[in-house]
C-alpha cells in the first residue's frame, strides 16, 4: 500500500525551522551548519540526544480529540521522575486514544538549550529510555556531529509536531516569531486538523451505527415473520369458528337424535343454514321418529312436511324442522 505523504498539504519540520545546534551531555552543546536554511523561518530548532532526556511513552484514551489534547497536557506535568521540563509528541494517533512520547529533560540541559532555540527535538534510538539517560563521562557519544539522517528525517515529518516540543522561552517572548500570514497558515491548519478528526469520529460513528443495524435486520425480519403468522393464524381460526358455527354438515345434526327401537330408513336429507328435511320410511310408527327429533336440542318447530302416506306396508314421511344454535 503506497504511504500517504504528510507534508503534502503542511509544510515539513525542515522547512518550518532552522536546525541550529545539537546537544549531548557526552559532548555539550554543538552549533551545527545546514546549507539549506532559508530566512523565512519560524524559529530556531536544537536536536536534543538520547542521553540527554528521560522518554516515556503513554496511551491515553477519550472521547474526543480536544479531551486527548487536554489530558496530554495534564500527564506531561506529572509524568517526570525529577525536575525536568517536559516536552512532548503524538505518535499514533486513533478516534478516541494517542500514543504519546514525554521527554523529560533535566533543568540544567534544558536551559543550556532554550537559550539557543525555541523549539527542541529529541532524537530518539533503538535503546531504552533508561539506558539514554545514564551514560558514564568516559563512554563515547552516543550520536556523532554529523546529524544529515536526522535531517532527513525532519524533512518528512509535518510541522504539527512541534505543538508540543517549544520552549517556555519562545511563548514569553514579547518579540513575535511569526507572521501575519505564518499565523494565519498555521490557524487554517489546526482548523484543517479539527474539521479533519470531527469528520472522521463522525463518519466511524455513522459506520458503526449502520453495522449494528445491519446486524440487527435479521433479528427484526424473524419478528415481523413471526407476527405475521401469528396474525394469519388467527385469522384462519375465526373463519374457522364461523365455519363450524354456519356449517351445513348433516352429521351433527344426525348424531343428536335418539333413535330406538323400530328400524328407519333416510332416503334423503336436506340441510341448510336455518332449516332441516329429513326424507324417509319406516317399518314402525313415523310420529315416533318425530317426537325423538323433537327431543333435540339442535331444532325446533319440528313437524311432518306432508301427511305420512303408508305404502306396502312402509310409512312415508317428510319431518321439517328449524336449526338452532348455541343450545349445547
Known amino acids: 500500500m503506497k504511504s500517504i505523504d504528510k507534508t503534502k498539504f503542511f509544510p515539513s519540520v525542515a522547512q518550518a525551522v532552522n536546525v541550529v545546534a545539537t546537544y549531548s ?4 552543546l554543538k552549533s551545527i551548519a545546514n546549507g539549506e536554511q532559508g530566512k523565512k523561518r519560524i524559529g530556531r530548532l536544537c536536536l536534543l540526544m538520547p542521553d540527554a532526556f528521560l522518554r516515556v511513552t503513554r496511551t491515553l484514551k477519550a472521547s474526543n480529540p480536544i479531551d486527548l489534547l487536554k489530558l496530554a497536557k495534564l500527564e506531561s506535568k506529572r509524568v517526570s521522575p525529577f525536575p525536568a521540563h517536559v516536552c512532548w509528541q503524538a505518535m499514533d494517533v486513533q478516534l478516541n486514544q494517542v500514543t504519546v512520547e514525554f521527554y523529560c529533560i533535566p533543568l540544567d540541559v534544558y536551559k543550556t538549550v532554550s537559550g539557543e ?12 529510555a533508561a539506558e539514554t539517560l545514564i551514560v558514564s563521562a568516559d563512554k563515547k557519544p552516543l550520536f556523532s ?11 518528512s515529518t509535518p510541522a504539527w509536531c512541534l505543538v508540543g516540543l517549544r520552549t517556555k522561552e519562545s511563548r514569553s517572548s514579547s518579540k513575535s516569531l511569526l507572521t501575519w500570514k505564518q499565523s ?25 451505527l449502520e453495522q449494528k443495524i445491519a446486524e440487527q435486520s435479521s433479528s427484526v425480519d424473524e419478528a415481523l415473520e413471526v407476527q405475521r403468522l401469528a396474525k394469519s393464524f ?15 354438515s348433516a352429521l351433527p345434526v344426525l348424531s343428536s337424535f335418539e333413535l330406538e327401537g323400530n328400524q328407519y330408513t333416510l332416503n334423503r336429507i336436506e340441510v341448510f343454514p336455518n ?36 305404502r306396502r306396508g312402509k310409512e312415508l314421511f317428510i319431518i321439517e324442522a328449524e336449526r338452532v344454535y348455541g343450545k349445547d
Open 145 to 155: 556531529a554529523n546529524c544529515q539522517s536526522t535531517l532527513e528525517l525532519l524533512k
Open 275 to 310: 332449516t332441516l328435511a329429513l326424507y324417509g320410511e319406516t317399518r314402525g310408527s313415523a310420529t315416533e321418529l318425530l317426537q325423538s327429533v323433537t327431543r333435540s336440542k339442535n331444532l325446533a318447530e319440528v313437524k311432518f312436511g306432508l301427511p305420512v302416506n303408508n
Open 117 to 128: 532555540s525555541e523549539f527542541i527535538y529529541p532524537v530518539t534510538d533503538s535503546r531504552s
Open 184 to 208: 494565519l497558515f498555521a490557524g487554517a491548519s489546526v482548523i484543517a486538523i479539527y474539521m479533519a478528526l470531527t469528520s472522521f469520529y463522525l463518519s466511524h460513528t455513522v459506520n458503526s
Open 234 to 248: 388467527g385469522s384462519d381460526f375465526e373463519q374457522l369458528q364461523k365455519f363450524m358455527k354456519n356449517n351445513t
Open 25 to 28: 551531555k557526552a559532548e555539550g
